[in-house]
């Protein structure tokens, strides 16, 4: 780097792991077990089917960000089609092409590990970006899934996808920090539940979206019942989470505890946005508080999982999460209590989803521009072939 460059690098970007925890990071190994049988029987074996065909020379964060790219394709253009009214009917072709983008995420997501072993390029960084891109792929499919199968613009549709994509992977992530290990058990939401998922949208794509819409047993739409079943696959899957963190530090529960604050308090500033709204922008504007949500929040996820590989202490309360949210919700209660908001709602909310987007693109931006450095690695190149 030319000494023309380097202080104007250096003032862009930042770096978040401190001079020990780079020393630690180099000694990160990445642990997990994986009991899924959708996994053992279907999945692992169509990925390493794959791994045959993909030339040695791609690069494992290749191909985590083209998987990332079928999820963002599908998103946009279900948002293309729906915009922000999330009643609209899908149409049949875009249910089965993102059933299949999600199918073809989830092979390239498993590829990317084993082309790691591989080509012997595993790495921190690639992990970090693996978990930083599936944070973000959780709330884009929430919404996918919301518009396929017709939520509708409501507090229902916004609080599912706080509670399961966002809250859900904090929690899957705050696990791995504690125990130092990531566990994925026979059944597991991620394999059988996003398999499951995956053919149900491609399903929709042949019977329909209204099919959704229609009252069944109970006087309940078959979209309802699908909000009770993954709200209640991710509360077992939190509760379990915590269960695991609690028996195995049992002296140092509380400590642990501490950390759930920062879930519990997006989840307050979505009841306090829900029921403060003067123009009820939750309903309005159901897409774009998700978006606004959903990309503060991967930034925050994405620290506990730098933090973990660095051993660095986690700092939960990120300033950039924090002052949009106390932005956006300020200015709600306020407009209750005055009659009016300070400022117009949707120009918050706007300005409160570029700040995001742009702080969560800063963070990746920042971790491997240091990362790569201490690493002496590259992030879309192969560093060296395993002999």
Excluded at 11 to 37: H, M, T, W
Excluded at 90 to 96: I, S
Excluded at 311 to 324: A, L, T, V
Aim: hydrophobic share 45%; glycine share 8%; aromatic share 14%.
């Amino acid at each position: 780097m030319s000494p023309l460059t380097q202080p104007v690098t250096k003032n862009l970007f930042k770096d978040y792991v401190s001079p020990k925890g780079e020393e630690r990071i180099k000694a990160y190994k990445y642990k997990s077990q994986c009991d899924s049988l959708m996994y053992k029987y279907v999945m692992g074996p169509l990925a390493n089917l794959c791994i045959k065909f993909t030339p040695t020379s791609v690069a494992p964060n290749t191909i985590t960000m083209f998987g990332f790219m079928f999820n963002l394709l599908a998103h946009l253009l279900i948002l293309y089609y729906t915009g922000e009214d999330l009643t609209k009917e899908v149409p049949g072709w875009l249910c089965v092409l993102t059933g299949l983008c999600q199918f073809i995420y989830m092979n390239l997501d498993n590829m990317d590990g084993k082309q790691a072993r591989r080509t012997g390029n595993s790495s921190p960084l690639g992990m970090l970006y693996d978990h930083g891109l599936d944070a973000a792929s959780g709330w884009l499919i929430g919404l996918n899934l919301a518009a396929i199968i017709g939520i509708g613009n409501n507090a229902t549709a916004f609080f599912t996808c706080l509670w399961v994509p966002l809250v859900g992977f904090y929690f899957t992530m705050w696990e791995e920090y504690h125990l130092d290990f990531l566990n994925f058990g026979v059944i597991n939401p991620v394999d059988e539940g996003m398999s499951f998922i995956n053919s149900l949208i491609i399903f929709t794509g042949f019977v329909g979206s209204k099919w959704w819409t229609e009252i069944t047993f109970g006087g309940v739409t078959r979209s309802q019942y699908m909000v009770y079943f993954v709200w209640t696959v991710a509360t077992i899957g939190i509760i379990t989470n915590i269960f695991r963190v609690i028996n195995r530090y049992r002296s140092e529960a509380m400590s642990a505890i501490g950390l759930i604050r920062i879930p519990l308090f997006l989840m307050v500033c979505g009841i306090l946005l829900n029921y403060c709204s003067p123009s009820d922008i939750v309903t309005r504007r159901t897409r774009s508080v998700i978006t606004c949500f959903g990309l503060g929040f991967s930034k925050v996820i994405g620290h506990i999982q730098l933090a973990h590989c660095s051993g660095d202490e986690f700092n939960q309360w990120r300033k950039s999460f924090i002052m949009s949210m106390i932005l956006l919700v300020s200015n709600s209660v306020a407009g209750v209590i005055r009659g009016k908001c300070p400022v117009d709602e949707d120009l918050v909310l706007n300005l409160a989803i570029i700040c995001n987007l742009w702080s969560f693109v800063h963070y990746f931006l920042s971790i491997t521009q240091q990362l790569t450095r201490v690493l002496e690695c590259k992030v879309f190149s192969i560093k060296k072939i395993k002999e």
